[in-house]
């Protein structure tokens, strides 16, 4: 098991919420657990997300995927996502 930080900046955060919580399905599916969703607090459209995945080729696989990359701009991800890829010692 592995923890995944995510952070990346979003044009709407109401926007993107919506279709992120319609792809808990496909991350449940893969194993995938959100951990916890935060938004800064000196930006509400600057998301980090938290997730324990079975592994980390997992995860980058899923990420890698070109139908997940389209939703991903459809959801109006604006900036490049910083992944942090982690285990727990």
Known sequence: M???????????????KKI???????????????IGLYKSVKNPND??????????ELYEKMMSDPARQE????AGVISM???TILNKV
Do not use: C, Y
């Open 2 to 16: 592995v923890t995944v930080i995510i952070q990346h900046e979003v044009k709407d955060f109401a926007e993107w």
């Open 20 to 34: 992120f919580d319609a792809d808990e399905p496909n991350r449940s599916k893969a194993g995938v657990k959100l």
């Open 47 to 56: 998301v980090t997300m938290i997730f324990e995945a079975p592994s980390a």
């Open 71 to 74: 939703d991903i701009k459809k």
């Open 81 to 83: 996502p910083t992944a």
